[in-house]
């Protein structure tokens, strides 16, 4: 029996379903794949919590009542003493801070898999160096839920690269929030500011709708992408659409923000009385292989195109290449939610090991 051993950070909405897929997946995965996954340690931001072997099914309980507050250097230091074959490190934070242990992880014996973008987001620098240190200490990065969540988007175009297929271009609508907004806004008779609201209610946006409002979260899937097809671009360089009117960004609070999002309704009631009848407006973001340009904006579609005919908080990416010509691959799905992507979490999981000794 192959045995990988997590070490999860982060136990918010896709850390704490990662563990339940996994406690579910658990016997089949053995029957199956002939492979045992245990983790060890799970830790948030401030407690981490060590498990007696095949322990986990009151993990929630216990992390409360028996987790502790700790260093990084602990749990090292613990997987060391335990001795613990094929470590992994489950990144589903979306810590910017977390991302500085990597290297620390990686030296200490540690593969990753994220859901957190901000790693293949830094500067290129910081990119490169990262693949380096991989490269030296034989260890892999799986990272699929940062674009799409479950969906197949990164391995996709890794593969067409590989295989010398030359990829043109890649265009979608990115983010699940602004589909929700855009597709609702686009078949109903309601406000903009009222599609807002709703989609925060059912839990689309952020805490903060301005950070999906903004376009950088669809900016870093752009890149993410771009990089993987060998574009050696930074964050600056990408063209983006902010949504959000000087007077409610920077400065303004967040509930100044709520007191006075109507004033986004005139912007987004003007674009749309602007629509012909068989036009909608959609969110996308355009990753121009040929001309190096990264664009993240509001754009007009055909209502029976693939972007066009969206439904809900789908996302759908269409991806031309020199094979596929004019007709571009489109994938199309859920592209945000926890469950969707602790199961790609999952999947990122069940590849590694396949790479990984008995
Ligand atoms: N939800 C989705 O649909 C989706 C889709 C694709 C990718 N993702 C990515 O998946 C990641 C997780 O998303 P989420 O929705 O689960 O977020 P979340 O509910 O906010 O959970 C984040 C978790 O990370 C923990 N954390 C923060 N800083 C940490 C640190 N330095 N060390 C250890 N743990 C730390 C938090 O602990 P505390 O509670 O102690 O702060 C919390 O448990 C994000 O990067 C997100 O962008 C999410």
């Known amino acids: 029996m192959k045995k990988i051993n997590l070490v999860l950070f982060g136990t918010g ?39 007696k072997e095949n322990q986990q099914p009151s993990w929630e309980t216990d992390l409360e009542k028996f987790g502790f ?20 490190a489950v990144d589903a934070t979306a810590s910017e801070e977390f991302v500085d242990h990597y290297f620390s992880l990686i030296e200490s014996g540690f593969h990753i898999v994220a859901a957190n973008k901000v790693a293949n987001t830094r500067s290129s620098q910081f990119y490169l160096e990262l693949r380096k240190k991989l490269r030296e200490h034989h260890k892999f990065f799986f990272y699929e839920t940062n674009v799409g969540a479950g969906l197949p988007i990164v391995e996709t175009l890794r593969s067409f690269h590989r295989s010398n297929e030359r990829v043109t271009k890649v265009r979608g609508v990115f983010s699940g929030s602004l589909s929700y907004i855009f597709n609702t806004y686009c078949a109903e008779e309601k406000a903009f500011s009222e599609v807002l ?17 903004s376009g950088k979260d669809v900016a870093r899937k752009l890149l993410i992408l771009g990089r993987e097809l060998g574009l050696e671009k930074e964050f600056e360089e990408i063209t983006i659409q902010d949504l959000v009117p000087p007077h409610l960004n920077g400065q303004s609070t967040l509930k100044n ?10 912007i987004f009631l003007k674009l749309k009385k602007e629509l012909k009848q068989d036009e909608v ?32 908080a789908d996302s759908s990416f269409e991806i031309f290449t020199e094979s596929y010509g004019e007709q571009p691959l489109v994938i199309k799905g859920a592209g945000a939610g926890a469950a969707v992507t602790a199961r790609g979490v999952l999947t990122d999981l069940i590849k590694l090991a396949e ?3 008995s």
């Open 281 to 312: 407006i959609r969110h996308v973001g355009e990753l121009d292989l040929q001309t190096g340009i990264l664009d993240v904006k509001l754009v007009t579609e055909k209502r029976t195109s693939a972007l066009g005919s969206l439904q809900n």
């Open 257 to 266: 923000f709520h007191e006075k999002k109507k004033d986004l309704d005139p």
């Open 13 to 51: 909405n896709v850390g704490s379903k990662l563990v339940h897929q996994v406690l579910q997946a658990r016997k089949i995965l053995q029957e199956k794949e002939g492979l045992e996954i245990n983790i060890p340690v799970i830790a948030n931001s401030t407690i981490a919590f060590f498990q």
């Open 355 to 357: 790479k990984l000794p």
């Open 197 to 213: 609201s709703e989609a925060g209610v059912k839990g689309f946006t952020e805490p903060d709708p301005r950070v999906d409002l």
């Open 69 to 88: 507050p700790y260093k990084l250097n602990d749990i090292l230091e613990y997987v060391r003493q335990q001795n613990y074959e094929n470590l992994i």
